[in-house]
């Protein structure tokens, strides 16, 4: 095993109506003063979800997060994926298979989030926090 094993991924999705947008993210460490560095290690664009077959795509440099030495080039169709679930599934099915990254290695995961709320940067969701976003789901309701 490669030293890229240890280090933390992080995944970051945006779900839109008929689509998935996601990004994993892997943090080296450098030795400079901040200690850390982040890559991008896959891109992934899910497109047609309400509308299958839905268009998949994911780009990328496993090699940064796995022994997987080529870069990931995949644009493909998809009749299985149907819904945001079976997208999210098909991406790290993917994830696992063609770029070698087990899923467990994901120790932080993002979700953008359209509030209309007074939240002005990045929030941990908590329960308070939640709740203080679902009062606002007529806002932004999908």
Do not use: W
Request: proline content about 4%.
């Amino acid at each position: 095993m490669s030293g890229h094993t240890s280090s933390p991924l992080v995944l970051s999705v945006n779900s839109g109506s008929s689509s998935l947008k996601i990004t994993l993210f892997s943090r080296r460490h450098t030795g400079g003063d901040d200690g850390a560095a982040i890559d991008i290690v896959l891109n992934a664009s899910i497109s047609g979800i309400t509308s299958p077959p839905a268009n998949f795509t994911v780009k990328g440099s496993p090699s940064v997060a796995s022994n997987q030495k080529d870069q990931l080039d995949i644009e493909e169709t998809v009749d299985s994926i149907h819904d945001h679930a079976s997208a999210f599934v098909h991406f790290l099915r993917c994830m696992e298979e063609k770029a070698s990254i087990e899923k467990e290695r994901i120790v932080y995961v993002c979700h953008r989030v359209v509030h209309g709320g007074d939240y002005e940067g990045p929030v941990t969701i908590d329960k308070e926090s939640f709740h203080h976003i679902e009062r606002l789901t007529d806002l932004a309701p999908l």
